[in-house]
């Protein structure tokens, strides 16, 4: 045998020539395995590029006044319905008091121009004109407009007394609290935010060349950067558009094109929707956490349309 010649395997002892046949499966099972981990690294609809988004309910005053309680504080959970916030309601009790006063003024004055156009009605035209009679009408009309109108500045009034106190309108928690009692709260600006605690969801942003296995319904996987455990959602639905830069303008309106390399082209990523399902109480979520989504393959039901149609022949 010469020294590059292979050796004789019926020479070799029968335990040499198991271990060299096991070491040659082993790595023959290794490199199918390997090539298996790689084909489903590449392919399967997977991405660590996932956040955790929710509502932001941005609470305003309706009408303007100093903020006499401020009934929660900072991160505390609120319920629907629950007090936030109260404005002084001094002005609004006076305004409301002042609109009675003319709802009374303008219900007397109105009976009073009836019932003198009513006499009037009864005379003969001996005892008083057409004229005179058209003029009563006219002024018992016109008194009955403006009842409406004091009935209709009463309940403006009372709306706006009504809405010094600001309630919360969905169960959340209050987020990044500024607003303090004795501040002067303007209609129509911001006085607290609240996270809508019956929103949370995970938009997870796959590359487009992933887009042709998702469909929705599929199972998803959620793995929070923050704790070890993961949670169980559902896609539910893609968005249908990103920004181009291309399609945007300078200031002089000529279409702004960004160079690239003509043999490298990047995927795009698209936003995927994903429903949490079942969090438990220990975990807690938060708008903006890292998430890693990864898609359980074919488990949408029957009948689910995927984002893209497939190729046809």
């Known amino acids: 045998m010469t020294a590059v010649e292979a050796p004789d395997m019926r020479r070799m002892p029968l335990r040499k020539v198991l271990s060299v046949l096991v070491t040659l499966g082993a790595v023959a099972v290794a490199a199918y395995m390997g090539w298996l981990m790689w084909q489903a690294y590449m392919a399967a ?5 996932g956040t955790v988004r929710a509502y932001v309910i941005t609470v305003t005053s309706q ?3 100093r903020i006499a309680e401020l009934g929660v504080k900072a991160s505390q959970y609120v319920r629907k319905g629950d007090p936030l916030m109260k404005i002084d309601p001094a002005d609004f009790e006076i305004a409301l008091a002042s ?4 709802v009374a003024s303008a219900k007397a004055d109105l009976a009073n121009k009836q019932a003198e156009a009513a006499r009037r009605a009864r005379l003969t035209s001996l005892a008083v004109s057409v004229e005179e009679q058209q003029i009563y009408n006219a002024a018992a009309d016109m008194a009955a407009a403006a009842y409406r109108q004091a009935l209709s500045n009463r309940d403006q009034a009372r709306l706006a007394l009504s809405r010094t106190q600001i309630v919360s309108p969905v169960n959340g928690y209050i987020t990044n609290l500024v607003t303090q ?3 002067y709260a303007t209609s129509g600006q911001r006085a607290l935010s609240i996270v809508d ?3 949370f969801w995970v938009d997870a942003y796959f590359e487009e060349t992933l887009l042709r296995s998702l469909h929705i319904g599929d199972q998803a996987r ?3 950067m923050a704790y070890p455990r993961t949670l169980e959602g559902t896609v539910v639905g893609i968005e249908r558009g990103i920004a181009v830069p291309n399609a945007e303008s300078d200031p002089s309106g000529l279409a702004t094109v960004n160079p690239v390399f003509t043999w490298v082209r990047l995927a795009q990523r698209v936003p995927v929707r994903i429903g949490l399902k079942n969090v438990p109480s220990s975990i807690v979520l938060a708008a903006g956490l890292t998430a890693t989504v990864s898609i359980v393959p074919n488990s949408a039901p029957a009948g689910a349309k995927p984002v893209l149609p497939a ?3």
């Open 45 to 49: 609809p997977w991405t660590r590029d």
């Open 63 to 65: 009408v303007s006044g």
């Open 99 to 102: 609109a009675e006063a003319a």
């Open 181 to 183: 009692a004795g501040d």
């Open 197 to 199: 605690a019956d929103s």
């Open 222 to 224: 959620v793995a929070l």
């Open 311 to 313: 190729a046809t022949e």
